[in-house]
């Protein structure tokens, strides 16, 4: 018998989860849930993200919100402001 990483609890857990998360986000993406389930089938939380991103309050920000903000960065990186780069420190950096 050929045991996984996950088992059957876990696997039913992170998938009612996943649903949970489908129907409070809103309108996504066929994108975003394809990159969604790449990184919510192999066993993590759709409340976090591979960025380590977190929001205001310090937690994880959830998976679409931190897709959204990486993929924004990418496309319009003038509209953040990193600080002085040869300052040492992240304190100058603002979203």
């Known amino acids: 018998m050929k045991t996984t990483i996950l088992d059957s609890a876990p696997k039913e857990f992170l ?7 489908l129907e409070a986000a809103g309108p996504i993406t066929a994108e975003e849930l394809e990159e969604l389930g790449a990184w919510a089938d192999p066993g993590n939380s759709p409340y ?5 991103l977190c ?10 919100n931190a897709l959204r903000i990486t993929n924004d960065m990418c496309e319009h990186p003038s509209n953040y402001s990193w600080g002085d780069p040869t300052a040492g420190d992240n304190d100058n950096i603002r979203f």
């Open 55 to 64: 929001g205001e309050s310090g937690n994880p920000m959830d998976f679409i």
């Open 15 to 21: 998938r009612n989860e996943s649903k949970n998360y």
């Open 48 to 52: 976090d993200n591979p960025y380590f």
